[in-house]
């Protein structure tokens, strides 16, 4: 159960660095502002030129905990073992940092690029405990709010208006503005945290486990509908909402096929083929306008698919599904109709819709994708520190071309820039 306190209690370091400062959960999030990320950074070390000089030797690399695009993927925070950074996607830079004395950041959300963020401590030595989420506000450089929990949090959702925080086997949904618990879901063990949420002001949708293995949960909420879909036979490896949460893509812990389904209907529209052998999905992605669709898995491949299916679908397109009498491997997926006179004959393997592009990258790396905002541009964030940024070519497909590379943990000047 979350419970709302002003400080952290020992052992855990004190979350305000201004002891006279306190907690203050009351915060407004529309009052927030985007942050000024130049003045943030600190002023670049003094140039030496004299041959006397033996600079001090760097310190250690840190230790990524956990990497997140924020909302409109314009951003990315990567959460260590020393703190957090924060960094703009296109064009590359870091943005600013915050470092603690020795206490590690298991999960660090935007929101957007406002001053408010949420923290979860993490890594051998937390800076917070692992059952709270921490909201931080950069202006002040402190924690103005927490929530507690009775079991570690393995996920945090932001939107303006609400905070959405992932346990074991539950979600809580919180107004932002006072932090009132809202509503909460009982889930299938959900132990990577997987939640999306839709990002559109108008409509709040939210897609979660639900309590059998293979079926996703959405919520409507302007709608006050709740929408049972079975996926997959397998349990559920990772899923990702459109912007306005009409769509979702899901995969299962196969890995091998990727499905599209309408998540006011629960039907299924397309079906995608990631390869032949079973493989760990880490992070799926849609493009902004939800025609393409990226996957990364532990393969190290990352894939691009064409979707023909968009955020208006009617409801005819498909037969509708729920957790109580569906089949999506009973519905033909719209990918397998050039095919459709040898059915019966040939293995669905042949009919399923292949990648349009790919990106080859280390094999066993955990990649998170998602899309540029330059046109046909993908961005590719690795547990390793790296950054890519590539370009896919829509009408030919094949090896995405590598447009830049950097390793956000070292030092400019240590890195591969733009090729």
């Known amino acids: 159960m979350a419970t709302l306190s002003e400080h952290a209690s020992p052992p855990w370091p004190n979350p305000n660095p201004n002891p006279n400062s306190t907690t203050n959960p009351n915060f407004l999030p529309e009052q927030s502002q985007t942050l000024d990320f130049d003045s943030l950074m600190p002023p670049p070390p003094p140039h030496h030129d004299s041959p006397e000089f033996s600079p001090a030797p760097l310190p250690p690399l840190p230790s990524l905990l956990h990497l997140s695009f924020n909302q409109d993927q314009a951003c990315f925070a990567a959460a260590a073992d020393n703190g957090f950074r924060i960094y703009n996607c296109d064009p590359y830079r870091e943005l600013f940092r915050r470092e603690f004395d020795g206490g590690g950041i298991g999960h660090v959300e935007m929101l957007f690029r406002c001053n408010i963020l949420a923290l979860v401590g993490g890594g051998s030595h937390p800076q917070y405990p692992p059952n709270k989420v921490m909201i931080w506000d950069d202006h002040q450089g402190r924690c103005i709010g927490e929530l507690s929990f009775r079991a570690a949090v393995r996920g945090v959702r932001l939107r303006r208006d609400r905070i959405i925080v992932v346990v074991e086997q539950k979600i809580f949904v919180y107004n932002f503005a006072d932090l009132k618990l809202m509503h909460q ?48 036979d397998s349990r559920i490896a990772c899923f ?102 040898f059915k019966g004959v040939l293995p669905k393997y042949f009919s399923s819709e292949w990648s349009v592009a790919q ?55 240590e890195t591969e820039t733009a090729l």
């Open 185 to 232: 879901i009982d889930t299938i063990p959900n132990p990577k945290g997987l939640c999306a949420v839709s990002h559109q002001s108008d409509s709040l949708v939210l897609a979660c486990p639900g309590l059998h293995k293979g079926q996703i949960r959405v919520e409507h909420y302007a709608q006050k509908k709740t929408k049972f879909i079975s996926a997959h």
């Open 240 to 341: 990702a909402l459109t912007l306005d949460g009409q769509l979702i893509a899901t995969a299962s812990s196969k890995g091998t096929l990727v499905r599209i389904y309408d998540t006011d209907h629960g039907t299924l529209l397309q079906e995608v083929r990631r390869g032949a052998n079973a493989a760990e999905i880490f992070s799926l992605a849609f493009s902004s306008c939800a025609q393409w669709l990226a996957v990364s898995s532990d393969k190290g491949t990352v894939h691009v698919f064409s979707l023909k299916v968009n955020s208006s679908v009617p409801a005819e397109h498909g037969k509708s599904q729920s957790s109580s009498n569906s089949d999506p491997t009973a519905a033909p997926s719209s990918s397998s109709r050039s095919f459709i006179k």
């Open 359 to 413: 990106f080859h990258l280390q094999e066993g790396t955990h990649y998170t994708v998602a899309f540029g905002l330059q046109k046909n541009t993908v961005i590719i964030l690795g547990m390793d520190g790296s950054y890519y940024r590539c370009q896919f070519d829509p009408a030919h497909g094949g090896e995405m071309a590598q447009l830049e590379y950097h390793n956000f943990l070292k030092p400019e000047t």
